[in-house]
């Protein structure tokens, strides 16, 4: 029934990559648990920002060195999503399952799967109306790990230090001080010691929260890392930057924007190396990994190409506009801003992310204030003194009206930035793709 429900669902467009596993699960509520038996070795990837990144890159890199890969690509990651792909995708074996889960879904989901490995990512403000506030999310997660786990954690994250009373073994990964490293320090989240609650202390951030910190109250900061980032710069768009650890100093590009992404890789090529994968191997398929999910996805037209971003709360949209600073090419950028469920009700958190960034974009001819909340998002952007002359805003009756924005900018002559919430992103990218087919 699973596997019918995924064939009605393509037939009628839909990618089918969470319905299967809910009527599936319907006729047999520990369907799961038949995954973790027929799975050599089984990762987790959790956190607020880059768990989908991290899965579909952690996925392509394992699959150069094991022959069957379980994967929940597409960003599903409740328990119908995780158990999707074993449905459309059965096999009697898998040498390694890896899933993206959903961080309010990983109690549930461990009561099926024991992960062998467990990436970390990072704790942010996210959807307060669904999340509530970040602690509650950490103490969900960490009361559901087992002692058997491996913990992958990305050091420079503070909050991350509540997982210090578990007796796991533990894996981290953090960067050196770059030229990337920011000092003009504005913390916004996470400023208190998890172990005293001092106000902690930053040397430098990268983006967030997430940098080099320590508590001058009870002495606590970074831990030492298996793995960490020594150096990096950005050619041409990708990132080249060398990664050390006890055995070794090696080399490897990037080819995504945005310093989290590198916080990504890092925790991939950590999860890699654990996992007994040779350094070879891992640097050519991070080096050939292309992304087709709308995470700095770029499309190419006749007149210009166009980067398509994801974005959803204040960390990570305050990154994107960081992100975006570093392309000297004259550009216009568009956020689509919407208010169903997925993307969060609750659209106070634009106050947070730093709009103010958006007047250090060189070359910024045009910004396009869309979506259901478009008003909104204008007037956030007026109090960041942002010059109004290049602002346009294009309200959106519901998530599918904005074909008159997205055609308005695909026939610029100039380089584009589109940036979506969750229900943004996926309608712009069909438009995307389909005029990308038609050549536009």
Same mark, same amino acid.
């Given at each position: ?13 839909? $990618? ?9 699960? $319907? /006729? ?10 027929? *799975?050599?070795? =089984? ?14 890159? @952690?996925?392509?890199?394992? $699959?150069?060195?094991?022959?069957? =890969? ?8 409740? %328990? ?13 074996? #898998? ?12 109690? =549930?989901?461990?009561? /099926? ?5 467990? %990436? ?32 992958? +954690? ?8 509540? /997982? ?8 981290? #990964? ?10 003009? %320090? ?9 172990? *005293?609650?001092?106000?902690?202390? #930053?040397?430098? %951030? ?18 030492? *890392? ?46 890699? $190396? ?51 600073? #570093? ?20 659209? @106070? ?5 730093? /709009?103010e960034e958006i007047n250090n974009i060189p070359n910024l001819t045009k910004f396009y204030c869309v979506g ?36 308005? +900018? ?31």
């Amino acid at each position: 029934m699973g596997k019918l429900s995924f064939l009605v669902a393509q037939k009628f467009g839909k $990618k089918g990559t969470a319905l299967p596993g809910k009527v599936a699960l $319907k /006729f047999n509520p520990n369907l799961l648990g038949e995954v973790s038996s027929k *799975c050599d070795k =089984v990762v987790f990837i959790t956190g607020t920002n880059g768990k989908t990144t991290t899965n579909n890159l @952690s996925t392509h890199v394992l $699959k150069g060195g094991f022959k069957d =890969v379980l994967s929940n690509l597409n960003g599903s990651n409740m %328990i119908q999503g995780v158990l999707t792909p074993f449905i459309t995708d059965f096999k009697d074996h #898998y040498d390694v399952g890896i899933f993206e889960v959903d961080e309010g879904s990983v109690p =549930v989901v461990s009561e /099926f799967l024991k992960p062998d490995y467990f %990436i970390i990512t990072n704790f942010f403000r996210d959807q307060l109306d669904r999340y509530g506030e970040v602690e509650m999310t950490i103490k969900t997660v960490h009361d559901a790990i087992t002692p058997e786990t491996t913990l992958i +954690i990305n050091s420079d994250e503070p909050s991350l230090l509540r /997982f210090d009373d578990l007796p796991n073994r533990k894996v981290y #990964y953090g960067f050196n001080q770059t030229k990337f490293a920011k000092h003009d %320090i504005n913390v916004a989240e996470s400023i208190f010691c998890p172990k *005293c609650g001092n106000r902690l202390s #930053y040397d430098y %951030i990268y983006y967030g929260n997430v940098g080099k910190y320590h508590c001058d109250k009870c002495g606590t900061s970074n831990h030492d *890392c298996d793995y960490f980032l020594e150096t990096a710069d950005l050619i041409n768009g990708s990132y080249e930057f060398t990664v050390k650890n006890n055995e070794s100093t090696e080399d490897y590009v990037l080819n995504l924007m945005g310093l989290y992404n590198l916080y990504n890789s890092l925790g991939v090529i950590s999860l890699a $190396k654990e996992i007994g994968l040779d350094y070879n191997l891992i640097r050519e398929r991070i080096d050939n990994f292309e992304y087709r999910l709308g995470r700095m996805e770029t499309f190419h037209y006749s007149n210009k190409d166009l980067v398509l971003v994801l974005s959803k709360n204040p960390v990570g949209l305050s990154e994107v506009f960081n992100t975006i600073t #570093y392309d000297e090419n004259e550009k216009s950028v568009m956020f689509i801003l919407n208010d169903y469920a997925p993307d969060g009700k609750d659209v @106070s958190w634009i106050w947070d992310a730093n /709009f103010e960034e958006i007047n250090n974009i060189p070359n910024l001819t045009k910004f396009y204030c869309v979506g259901t909340r478009a008003e909104d998002l204008a007037l956030r952007l007026k109090y960041a003194g942002v010059d109004e002359s290049i602002l346009e805003i294009y309200p959106a009756k519901d998530q599918f009206d904005i074909n008159e924005a997205v055609d308005t +900018i695909l026939n610029e002559n100039i380089k584009s930035y589109v940036i979506g919430t969750f229900t943004a992103m996926p309608e712009a990218r069909k438009i995307l793709l389909k005029k990308e087919k038609e050549g536009f």
